[in-house]
Nanobody, 123 residues
Framework: QVQLVESGGGSVQSGGSRRLSCAAS????????MSWFRQAPGKEREGVAG???????NYADNVKGRFTISRDNAKNTLYLVMNSLKPEDTAMYYC?????????????????WGQGTQVTVSS
């Protein structure tokens, strides 16, 4: 059974930093593409960052240069380091795994999802 469990969310002031983790278990392995998405109230879920099995990464334009995605294959854990946080980064952050097809940042392209971890950035 596949499980994705996010942690690391919380409240932070504007300009601050936060590190999110996503522990994967089951049939998720280092060969699978994994991504972080986020969803703010009243808005659609949007892709934030993704990482391939070879370590290559993709970022949404609005987080490029501020967020860094990485993975520890030995621990089967995905990370998202978020720096220079802004109030507009406030959202529920989700880990997604196993990109099947389609755009990297399309939620429909992924099979497995975590329950999410809330990040709130105050001004």
């Amino acid at each position: 059974q596949v499980q994705l469990v996010e942690s690391g969310g919380g409240s932070v002031q504007s300009g601050g930093s936060r590190r999110l983790s996503c522990a994967a278990s089951g049939s998720i392995s280092s060969k699978h593409y994994m991504s972080w998405f986020r969803q703010a109230p009243g808005k659609e879920r949007e892709g934030v960052a993704g990482i391939d099995s070879d370590g290559s990464t993709n970022y949404a334009d609005n987080v490029k240069g501020r967020f860094t995605i990485s993975r520890d294959n030995a621990k089967n854990t995905l990370y998202l380091v978020m720096n220079s946080l802004k109030p507009e980064d406030t959202a529920m952050y989700y880990c997604a795994a196993v990109h099947l097809y389609g755009p990297i940042f399309s939620p429909a392209s992924y099979i497995y999802w975590g329950q999410g971890t809330q990040v709130t950035v105050s001004s």
